[in-house]
């Protein structure tokens, strides 16, 4: 081999090892947005789009309702877990989690959810009904009830068809509501660090039965989200208005 091939075939070694590099670095992205500490470490909220977001926590990615195709999720770190919360469009979409279910993912979902995926998206799931708990890779889950209350709002939640979901990460308890009014079931959780609550008419509730809601369990951080049409500065201001112990917090889902 001459000298003139040896120094190309070191070119282009050094310019596969770079472009090695700079996949890797795609590849092993990590979660941005807001932090909260827990006793195992701090869990990473990431709002991707209304209803759809990441969690990341001591190593795990965790999905909420992944929906927009795999172009939604791109740089993004791969699913450990994933939580659908209920049969609508902007909750459940087959083909996207087809699209980041790799073959260690493990999903939650109710019945509902579950009779209309796919075979192979299926096999990887784990049903649970209201009231139902389970644990998955050291992260605790409560199924809790969601559904409409208001007459002219009660087709389209049922109560018993989705599932809101209360996650323990170390010594805290998360809360993301899916699609639902102030239920009783939402007014008595005790011990609620954050919260992701939904207010958008007419499938779930206006500001104010969301502010309700809030003030009836006290989190100790809200967010509001699945908001679209929504007055979030008033529902602000009416949970600042009956409580100075609670935090609304912003985040980019639109």
Do not use: C
């Not at 073959?103 to 579950?114: D, E, G, L, Q, Y």
């Not at 139902?132 to 890779?137: D, F, I, R």
């Amino acid at each position: 081999m001459t000298l003139s091939m040896v120094s190309l075939r070191a070119s282009l070694l050094a310019a596969g090892l770079s472009f090695l590099a700079s996949t890797s670095s795609v590849t092993a992205a990590e979660l941005t947005g807001d932090q909260v500490p827990t006793s195992a470490g701090p869990v990473t909220i990431h709002p991707i789009s209304h209803a759809t977001m990441a969690l990341g926590w001591n190593g795990l990615t965790i999905y909420v309702d992944p929906v927009g195709g795999a172009e939604a999720f791109a740089g993004l770190p791969a699913a450990d877990l994933i939580l659908v919360t209920d049969i609508h469009g902007d909750h459940f979409n087959d083909d996207t989690l087809a699209a980041v279910t790799g073959s260690t993912t493990k999903i939650v979902a109710p019945a509902a959810v579950a009779e209309k995926m796919s075979p192979a998206v299926r096999a990887a799931t784990t049903v649970i009904a209201n009231g139902a708990t389970t644990s998955l890779m050291n992260v605790g889950i409560e199924a809790i009830p969601m559904y409409n209350l208001t007459a002219d709002r009660l087709q389209y939640h049922e109560k018993g068809r989705g599932n809101g979901y209360v996650l323990s990460f170390g010594n805290l308890r998360f809360y993301i509501a899916g699609d639902t009014e102030a239920v009783p079931e939402m007014r008595n959780l005790k011990s609620i660090e954050v919260a992701f609550i939904p207010m958008n008419l007419p499938y779930t509730m206006t500001e104010e039965q969301a502010a309700e809601g809030v003030l009836a369990f006290k989190p100790h951080i809200v967010y509001p989200y699945h908001y679209r049409g929504s007055d979030v500065d008033k529902f602000k201001a009416l949970v600042n208005a009956g409580s100075a112990d609670i935090e609304v917090r912003s985040g980019k889902w639109y």
